[in-house]
């Protein structure tokens, strides 16, 4: 069962470099309003680097946005939410890459078939970038989520049909894309976009610095990606 060990449950954790690099992750999305890539790039670069197992993966993820680009933004929120959740075995960084707090490329969730909370929020992300979802109808959201009577860090991906909606979730713990409403096993801590970052009864404070989200966009874009 997929979490985020990696991010603190404290509250120490809203002002550790950790947010920082987190919430620099806004502050790209001003200048993104969808990503492109040329399919057989992404799987030949996926075969070449990754091998064959990543490019059968892309070739199926590839796929997978072929049959949603037809459907509606209802449909296509539960076809990628599905597909991620059944892509990746969930884990820790520590464990799949050896290191901490590292945010893989799609690409490179694929080629591991794991990856931990925010790396299926990247790819459920740019998945639904790609599928011509609004930016601003998406937002990364740190959440608490009850397990088994403990409280464990974990990240999800919000949909806002409008702004001041109540979000769906599209999560990794539960493979069914829900209203926030029906899911009272997650407290929300903050989330985020390009207008800011946003605390329950707080006021919206704005988006500084940068970190891993430059690296992620730097490396994606070797891969092949157009954003």
Not at 31 to 43: C, G
Not at 146 to 169: D, F
């Amino acid at each position: 069962m997929p979490h985020c060990q990696s991010i603190a449950v404290s509250a120490r954790f809203l002002t550790s470099g950790l947010t920082a690099l987190i919430l620099c992750l806004a502050l790209a999305w001003e200048s993104v309003s969808a990503v492109t890539f040329d399919p057989d790039r992404l799987a030949a670069y996926a075969r070449r680097h990754y091998g064959g197992r990543a490019g059968r993966a892309v070739a199926s993820w590839q796929a997978l946005l072929v049959r949603a680009a037809r459907l509606s933004e209802q449909e296509k929120l539960r076809m990628v939410n599905g597909f991620w959740n059944r892509a990746l075995v969930g884990g820790e960084d520590i464990s799949i890459r050896g290191r901490p707090d590292y945010w893989a490329t799609p690409l490179q969730s694929l080629a591991k078939g794991a990856g931990d909370c925010e790396d299926y929020v990247i790819g459920k992300y740019f998945s639904l970038l790609y599928l011509g979802v609004s930016p601003e109808k998406l937002r990364f959201i740190y959440v608490r989520a009850r397990i088994g009577g403990q409280s464990i860090a974990h990240m999800i991906l919000g949909y806002y049909p409008q702004p001041q909606a109540t979000p769906l979730v599209l999560g990794s713990l539960v493979d069914r894309v829900q209203s926030a409403r029906d899911r009272p096993d997650l407290t929300p801590v903050f989330s985020f976009n390009a207008q800011g970052v946003y605390v329950p009864g707080g006021k919206r404070s704005p988006v500084e610095g940068i970190g891993r989200w430059r690296d992620l966009s730097s490396r994606m874009r070797t891969e092949g990606f157009q954003p």
